[in-house]
């Protein structure tokens, strides 16, 4: 993002400071969220969120306005991806490649059921298990209820793109539920 | 609309309230004749529900926050370090919402705003009220029987109450409420721990009509059906809300 890649600015003045604070510190809940579910450790989520509330810091110059948490999130999940210690985020196991073929969901009856008995520790499990990029949407959908403009803006990717990795990422993590609820891997 | 992969992403735009009124008609008119796609509806809605439990959320740890200013007043060079907000400070600041809202509402007063703009600023002011004074609930129950017959001999109607857990959003309780310069029913439902009102009154002949609003961050959303008047504000996103009210509706 051009934010990240820009030269920082020199320090804010202590009311800007105190702006930036009020403006960015509401949201770290979230921002410790998106760390936490794209990173492998506790220490790694808040390590991600100190670099990223820092660098959000020098670009603060740049912020537009607004509520602040899609911004924010935009350099959290950059942090995520760019931060220098590797192996930090949580292996992307699909490549960018978006024609990567999905399975037949023809076998997906109707599984209502199943949902509803699924404890949160199981779907919890199953959305860990999810290749990154469609985790990330789905935390940023339905855990931080951000709309499909705001995703297009963190994730960096046309609405279109948004789109498809959401309805891709929902069928994937419904077949591993089911998987899982049958005990295992078909 | 045949049942393409379009069909299938937009039926997911559809679930997340990303969809134009046209378009939404659309979709209903085609879940109406397409069992496969009625099926996959209910299936997404269930998913959704699933995720909205609260324990997928991780929280972040207590000594983050006071850590994150120390090192953001250490970065910019901000020598002061001002104590960190407790209950009292957020009390506090919970009251200096208050009076902003206050002050909002007179100013807007003062540019004799019209009555949609002051009935939104008294659903957010009554909103904003029943998260400050701890007593968001008078009847705190999921169990849409319970809150129900609550309001018996309360309010001078019946309201309607429905519990939305099936669709994630779970109903927490019910309390009474003052609108528009009567008694009203205000139904409380939750959303990964963002508080929904949803108050019901009685309509008068000078009822404001439906629409959506945004004040000072919260979002309000008014309909109404033939003798009610309802109106859900919440700080949660309008997409989420406005599904919330669909759901109402349906």
Known sequence: MSATQREPKRSLSPSDHERFERTLLPHLRAAYNLARWLTRTPEDAEDVVQEAYLRALRFFGGFRGGDGKAWLLTIVRHTCYTSRRRGRVTEATVGLDEAMEDVEDDALGPEELLLQRASGAAVAAALQELPVEFREALVLRELEGLSYKEMAEVSQLPIGTVMSRLARGRKRLRRLLQEHARGGPA | ?250
């Open chain 2, 1 to 250: 609309m045949s049942c393409d992969e379009q069909t299938e992403i937009l039926l997911h735009a559809y679930v997340d309230g990303e969809l134009d009124v046209a378009r939404s008609l659309e979709m209903e008119r085609h879940l109406s004749k397409c069992e496969r796609c009625a099926a996959d509806l209910a299936s997404h809605r269930a998913l959704r529900s699933a995720l909205a439990d609260g324990s997928l959320y991780f929280e972040a740890p207590p000594h983050l926050e006071k850590r994150m200013r120390a090192e953001l007043r250490k970065a910019a060079g901000v020598p002061k370090a001002v104590p960190l907000p407790g209950w009292r400070g957020l009390a506090a600041a919970a009251s200096l919402a208050a009076m902003a809202v206050l002050a909002w509402a007179l100013v807007a007063t003062s540019r004799a705003p019209s009555r949609e703009a002051l009935l939104d600023q008294e659903i957010v002011a009554a909103h904003v009220r029943s998260l400050m004074a701890d007593h968001l609930t008078d009847v705190p129950s999921s169990d849409q029987h319970t809150v129900k017959p609550w309001f018996n001999g309360k309010v001078d109607f019946s309201p309607e109450v429905r519990d939305l857990s099936a669709d994630g959003y779970p109903l927490v309780g019910g309390r009474l409420d003052y609108i528009d310069g009567r008694g009203a029913a205000a139904l409380v439902y939750e959303r990964r721990k963002h508080a929904i009102n949803v108050f019901v009154w009685p309509e008068d002949d000078s009822g404001a009509g439906q629409g959506e609003a945004v004040v000072r961050g919260y979002n309000v959303i008014r309909w109404r059906r033939p003798g009610t008047s309802y109106a859900a504000v919440s700080d949660l996103n309008m997409a989420e809300l406005r599904e919330l009210v669909r759901d109402l509706q349906r």
